[in-house]
């Protein structure tokens, strides 16, 4: 089983940037696709960026596209997640997973809080 580990969240003002980190255990995160998540309370998690195992292409959800960026360095076992021009709608709980064809593969970390205040 694979264990992820997500920091780098904080406050923030809007406009700001973050840079997530989500560290991964075991040998098997580089032959996989991963992704960010968020969630607010009351909502459904939602996929915000996804990349493929080798890198070379990525997926943005239309509300972060040219703000965000995902990146993988697979020698470390970690997926990131820089975010800039930061906007009250991104304040959210993110979560990072392997994605798979039917969406995410493993356990839930326990992910890190971004609150964006306006």
Request: hydrophobic share 35%; glycine share 12%; proline share 3%.
């Amino acid at each position: 089983q694979v264990q992820l580990v997500e920091s780098g969240g904080g406050l923030v003002q809007a406009g700001g940037s973050l840079r997530l980190s989500c560290a991964a255990s075991g040998s098997i995160f580089s032959i996989n696709a991963m992704a960010w998540y968020r969630q607010t309370p009351g909502k459904q998690r939602q996929l915000v960026a996804a990349i493929t195992s080798g890198g070379s292409t990525n997926y943005y959800a239309d509300s972060v596209k040219g703000r965000f960026t995902i990146s993988r360095d697979n020698a470390k076992n970690t997926v990131y997640l820089q975010m800039n021009s930061l906007k009250p709608d991104d304040t959210a709980v993110y979560y990072c997973n392997g994605r798979g064809f039917n969406g995410p593969l493993w356990t839930w970390g326990q992910g890190t809080q971004v609150t964006v205040s306006s």
